[in-house]
């Protein structure tokens, strides 16, 4: 297997993940019960920050909606180190690498704070990103 077809795939995961957090987390409302009433607190408490008025919800909301512009251009920059694979497999590798650590950072991070969703999908693209240095050979001279 090629290593543009692991960077394709993790590609295509991230962009899920992104839509799946947006959806599910970002633009959700919380269930009725201890859910809505944390939330409701969260959007009463009001202060004053740098010159503006925000509450924890605005962080709340702004923080997720930061998550997903990252993994989606995460998912753009996954797709286009596949075109690159094509022709420079080996010398992507220490990005990939980055990545694959970064990606093992936010499975920890999603079992610690969050839910199995998250974290099935981080090692996947991880798995995919390993895959993708695994297979990433030299390429011939001449």
Not at 45 to 71: E, K, P, W
């Amino acid at each position: 297997m090629k290593p543009t077809l692991f960077l394709r795939i993790a590609s295509v995961l991230t962009l899920i993940h992104s839509v799946l957090h947006t959806i599910g987390g970002v633009f959700s409302k919380p269930d009725p019960g201890p859910a809505a009433v944390a939330y409701r607190a969260m959007q009463g408490n009001q202060f004053l920050l740098m010159g503006h008025v925000r509450s924890y919800a605005d962080f709340y909301r702004g923080l997720g909606l930061g998550v997903t512009i990252c993994l989606t251009f995460e998912a753009i920059v996954f797709w286009q180190l596949g075109a690159l694979a094509k022709t420079h497999a080996r010398q992507i590798r220490p990005i990939l690498a980055t990545f694959v650590v970064g990606y093992l950072a936010l499975t920890v991070n999603s079992w610690t704070y969050f839910f199995i969703g998250p974290v099935i999908t981080e090692i996947l693209i991880a798995l995919c990103l390993g895959l993708a240095i695994y297979t990433a050979q030299p390429t011939k001279a001449g």
